[in-house]
């Protein structure tokens, strides 16, 4: 069964830390990996797109890496700031069409 | 660019009702995904139209849902009769390739059976 998971399901820090994000997935043979973003009430903004052939892909402050062989993937946040905070979903395609979807990161950044 | 609208927004139906939902895929994108978001569950696949075909509907979780895609532009999710388990948040998304990711999303459905 492929499953997606992401811990912690919720997490607080204060302006400016770094902080990261993990998913894991249980079969290792996936097309790619996306991260997205999602705020209340609206719908899902696709950060990064990682193919199976890549290890990371970057963009602004935020930085994922992928390992296949162990099934894992990370989202690093640099400096974050309150307008970060979101629920951050990881997908995974394994047929190169539908995502699997992990259940979520809440992050919020205070000031 | 316009991007994949869904409506209604909000619906509150009673128990056994019917309910449609529709999503306004971005225009040109061939690609259209229906998926949900039950209470305390993760983001699970519905169906998958290419065009006005039904490329996957593996994720379909009864006979209840009806999805359809009409001429190939916006499609319609129908639940007939609703019952309180459907509740929860339906994704439209969109996109002009297939696996290659660039899928845009809707802001959902949320609907709530009573």
């Known amino acids: 069964k492929q499953e997606v998971t992401q811990i912690p399901a919720a997490l607080s820090v204060p302006e400016g830390e770094n902080l990261v994000l993990n998913c894991s997935f249980t079969?290792?043979?996936?097309?790619?990996l996306q991260w997205f973003r999602q705020d209340p009430g609206k719908g899902l903004t696709s950060l990064l797109l990682?193919?199976?052939?890549?290890r990371e892909q970057t963009s602004g402050r935020l930085n994922a890496s992928l390992d296949k062989s162990s099934g894992r993937s990370t989202l690093y946040i640099a400096a974050s700031q309150p307008g970060d905070s979101a629920t951050y979903l990881c997908?995974?395609?394994?047929?190169?069409?539908?995502?699997?979807f992990g259940g979520g990161t809440r992050l919020m950044v205070k000031p | 660019e316009a991007g994949v609208t869904q409506f209604p927004s909000h619906s509150v139906i009673e128990k056994g009702q019917t309910v449609t939902l529709r999503c306004d895929p971005i225009?040109?994108?061939?690609?259209l995904y229906w998926y949900r978001r039950v209470m305390g569950k993760e983001i699970k696949f519905l169906l998958h139209?290419?065009?006005?075909?039904?490329?996957?509907e593996s994720g379909m979780p009864n006979n209840r849902f009806l999805a359809e895609r009409t001429g190939g532009t916006y499609s319609t999710l129908k639940v007939q009769p609703a019952e309180l388990e459907d509740s929860g948040v339906y994704f439209c998304?969109?996109?002009?390739?297939?696996?290659?990711?660039?899928?845009?999303f809707g802001s959902g459905t949320r609907l709530t059976v009573v």
């Open positions: 998304a969109s996109s002009l390739y297939m696996g290659g990711g660039g899928y845009t």
């Open positions: 079969d290792s043979a996936i097309y790619n």
């Open positions: 990682i193919q199976s052939s890549q």
């Open positions: 997908a995974v395609s394994y047929a190169g069409n539908m995502l699997t």
């Open positions: 225009s040109g994108h061939d690609n």
């Open positions: 139209f290419v065009k006005e075909s039904k490329q996957d």
